[in-house]
């Protein structure tokens, strides 16, 4: 069951990707020993780390992607990228885009479909860089009550994985002007994240943070 989650703070998934390297777009996959395609996971991570609702980009095979996300059991807002092609910057700009009209969002926690390895437990970790929570009467994780330490519209962090920057990554409001002017091509908001103090929050002990190109990432 997923924790309480924050009303604050939407889920983003960018999955918009033909997977030239897998042969097929990563939202369509499958893990060797069967279960939800990749893209339907990340919606569910997301909203079991705390996320409240999720936003998924799509770009190549959109039709087949928006049908199997019936599998994550969530509803989702679906963001069209028409420019999918140019890379991730097309799908961050897009989907952070869609998001200003939600004036109750304040942050957006962003994840990429082909992290097979990052649970909830990451999404979390990520989130409670912001969070205070406290378990009153030995209670089951559910009954967790999330407070905020403080406004999320100003926070900047993102997993690490023994030190070295992945995702996912948590932007507030305030930076995603920035963060869409400088996305553009694979690099998404790397250039924006080096230009500007934020956190890093290491979960090397949870995921190895490593995406899948190619089918032999899969076999590892």
């Known amino acids: ?18 997977g ?6 990563k939202a369509l996959i499958r893990p060797r020993g069967g279960g939800p395609t990749l893209v339907a996971r990340a919606v569910e991570v997301l909203v079991r780390g705390g996320c409240e609702g ?16 019936g599998e994550a059991r969530q509803e989702v807002d679906i963001v069209r990228c028409t420019d999918w ?3 991730m910057g097309a799908s961050l700009r ?19 479909v082909d992290l097979p390895d990052v649970g909830a437990a990451v999404v979390r970790r990520v989130l409670d860089t ?7 009467g030995g209670g089951p994780p559910s009954a967790i009550e999330w407070t905020t330490s403080g406004a999320w519209r100003s926070e900047l962090s993102r997993a690490a994985y023994g030190g070295v920057p992945g995702h996912p990554t948590l932007i507030g409001r305030d930076h995603w002007a920035g963060v869409i002017e400088v996305a553009k091509g694979d690099r998404g908001a790397r250039d ?9 929050v290491e979960c090397g002990d949870l995921a190895t943070g490593r995406d899948v190109d190619t089918p032999a990432d899969l076999d590892r």
């Open 20 to 25: 030239n390297r897998m042969g097929r777009p």
């Open 54 to 69: 999720v936003t998924v980009v799509v770009g190549a095979a959109t039709d087949e992607v928006v049908a199997v996300l």
């Open 130 to 136: 912001r969070i205070s929570y406290t378990r009153s």
């Open 94 to 112: 897009a989907g952070l885009a869609a998001m200003t009209a939600r004036t109750e969002v304040e942050a957006v926690l962003i994840t990429l």
């Open 1 to 18: 069951m997923p924790l309480s989650s924050l009303p604050s703070v939407r889920g983003l998934v960018l999955a918009a990707g033909s």
């Open 85 to 87: 092609s140019e890379g």
């Open 192 to 200: 924006y994240f080096r230009a500007h103090e934020h956190r890093l």
